[in-house]
């Protein structure tokens, strides 16, 4: 069983920070990737920022306000978020992506934690 759960989403005035986090579980043989996505309604699921290794991956809409983190391997990954504006209003999914024992590689997601940012 894969679960993936998100925390810290909330209401936050423009210019305010929040700090996401995600926690998963499940067993796999091997993970690529765990990240932050992000839909805001009537819009599709968007990149926000992916973690690799020691490699990271920021949507340039976020670039220098937002930063990921995290620990692939313990899988939990962190979303700091800065000088928040209205735009970023939406609900941030958690991603892994990886491969169970006699599986493919296959996309896992948590249920989303929302975020909105007042002006």
């Known amino acids: 069983q894969v679960q993936l759960v998100e925390s810290g989403g909330g209401l936050v005035q423009a210019g305010g920070s929040l700090r996401l986090s995600c926690a998963g579980s499940?067993?796999?043989?091997?993970?690529?990737?765990m990240g932050w996505y992000r839909q805001a309604p009537g819009k599709t699921r968007d990149l926000v920022a992916t973690?690799?290794?020691?490699?990271?991956n920021v949507a340039d809409s976020v670039k220098g306000r937002f930063t990921i983190s995290g620990d692939i391997v313990k899988k939990m990954v962190y979303l700091q978020m800065n000088d928040l504006k209205p735009e970023d209003t939406a609900v941030y999914y958690c991603?892994?992506?990886?491969?169970?024992?006699?599986?493919?590689?296959?996309?896992?997601w948590g249920k989303g934690t929302p975020v909105t940012v007042s002006s």
């Open positions: 973690i690799s290794g020691l490699s990271t």
């Open positions: 499940g067993s796999f043989f091997s993970i690529n990737a």
């Open positions: 991603n892994l992506r990886g491969r169970r024992y006699s599986t493919p590689v296959m996309d896992y």
